[in-house]
Structures are given as C-alpha cells and as structure tokens.
C-alpha cells in the first residue's frame, strides 16, 4: 500500500524543490518534517548538489546550501496532507518517502508596467510507504539425483 499525493502549479521554483526533494527521498516523515522545520527556522541549510552556481558554502559538513523558506513551508503542508492520506488509507506504522519529485510546471505570465514577468511554477509528486521487516530467504541447493539429470536432458 502507499499513499501519493500529486500537487499541481506551486508557486515555488522548480530548482529549489529539486534540491528539497533530494534531500527528503528514502527518509522517515518524522526526520523529514523534523529537517523542513530546521530550514525554516535556519538552522539546517539544504545542501545544493545540482543548481549550485554562485552559492555561498554553509558551516558544517556541506559545501554549498541555502535555506529556501517558502519553498520548505510549502513542501512541509504537502507532506503533513500526504500523511493524513496514509492514515486515511489504512498506512499508520512507520512511514518513508518512498518517491518524491519535482517537474517543470507551466509559464504564468504576470503583467507589469513596462514588460511582463513570467512566473515560477512547479509541479510536485509525494509517494509514501510502509517499512517493512522482510527477511530474505536463502534457498538452500539442493543436489541434483540421477533422475533429475535425464529429465533435464
């Protein structure tokens, strides 16, 4: 089972909610939410991997990093909405961010004075899973008989 939320047209920029998304796939919600309340109070920056150019580095063990309020506020709602989808569906013991990512969303022209703006829009994907203890069985080999020989032949 997995819960998944689809959010269309935000108003963030496309590369920042990349940079957010790499850094929350594959960790629990509560470390999640826990990270996005870290930036927007700037005290944990989010490290940029990809869209780095001209950013200053951060203390600690990252190079480069920012701390994208707006886009974290946003991406923290989506997350807190996800989870109430899970608890909706079913999914309350041990949750992950199974996928989450971001794509280009469409121009919004934004008049102004003397020329028109285009707009930053960004479309977001959330898909949360539960963790599950599997244990992975070994098959033991077993030798082959006689007959087993023929009937492969």
């Known amino acids: 089972?997995?819960?998944?939320?689809?959010?269309?047209?935000?108003?963030i920029s496309r590369k920042v909610a990349v940079e957010i998304c790499n850094l929350l796939r594959y960790k629990d919600?509560?470390?999640?939410?826990a990270i996005l309340e870290r930036v927007i109070k700037?005290?944990?920056?989010?490290?940029?991997?990809?869209?780095?150019?001209s950013i200053p580095h951060r203390?600690?063990?990252?190079?480069?990093?920012?701390?994208p309020i707006k886009a974290s506020g946003v991406i923290l709602?989506?997350?807190?909405?996800?989870i109430k989808n899970a608890q909706n569906q079913g999914l309350?013991?041990?949750?992950?961010?199974?996928?989450?990512?971001?794509?280009k969303g469409p121009k919004q022209f934004h008049p102004s004075r003397h020329r028109g703006r285009v707009m930053k829009r960004t479309h977001l994907t959330i898909i949360l899973k539960e963790k599950t203890k599997e244990k992975?069985?070994?098959?033991q080999k077993q030798p082959k008989t006689e007959e087993a020989i023929k009937e492969n032949k």
Not at 77 to 82: A, E, P
Not at 92 to 103: E, G, P, T, V
Not at 136 to 139: A, I
Request: glycine fraction near 4%.
């Open 92 to 103: 309350l013991s041990s949750l992950y961010i199974y996928s989450i990512y971001a794509n």
């Open 77 to 82: 709602k989506l997350l807190d909405s996800t």
């Open 59 to 67: 203390k600690g063990n990252i190079a480069t990093g920012r701390y």
């Open 136 to 139: 992975k069985s070994v098959k």
């Open 29 to 33: 919600v509560e470390k999640a939410k």
């Open 42 to 53: 700037k005290k944990q920056p989010i490290p940029y991997k990809r869209y780095y150019t």
């Open 1 to 11: 089972m997995e819960a998944k939320l689809n959010a269309k047209n935000l108003e």
